[in-house]
């Protein structure tokens, strides 16, 4: 049994609803396998609060977020990373830092659901189809045997993911 504790972190550009609710969620579902943070290229500074109720409705704790820059996760005294998921089109494309550790990365794109405008119902749902999607792609991620594929192999593995 692979007892190892994962770090990983997701980035979006404003770090203040996708990337949020996907480090909810893995920190959730990881039970403690994994320790997941989020960041932002160019962090809002708040979180959505519909990303808040949005992890609350599905029992998610949603204590200690924060928008945060991913400089934070680049300095000598950061946790070593060993996944880092892009989780916006726009910080896929963004030069990121260089990585302590050289952590396996991924883009796992999705709408911008703080971008849907209209009524509550129609934000709302936005964020719940944001979630669904995360919280499918980190099941298939919880499910890969880590210990036993190689690092090619996960590698391939985790870039597809984040395609369903």
Known sequence: MDDKTY???????????????????MNELGHGRFKAWSAGSHPKGTV?????????????P?????????????????????FVFTVCDQAAGEVCPVWPGQ???????LPDPAAVEG???????????????LKRRIQLMLSLPLASLDR?????EIKAIGSR
């Open 119 to 133: 009524d509550e119902a129609v934000r709302e749902k936005a964020f719940l189809d944001a979630f669904v999607t």
């Open 7 to 25: 770090n990983v972190l997701f980035i979006c550009t404003g770090n203040s609803a996708r990337s949020v609710m996907a480090e909810g969620l």
């Open 62 to 82: 949603t204590d200690g977020f924060r928008s945060k820059g991913w400089e934070e996760f680049a300095r000598p005294d950061a946790p070593e990373l060993h």
């Open 48 to 60: 959505h609060p519909l990303a808040l109720k949005t992890l609350a409705t599905h029992r998610i």
């Open 152 to 156: 090619m192999a996960l590698q391939r």
């Open 103 to 109: 952590p396996m990365t991924a883009h796992w794109g």
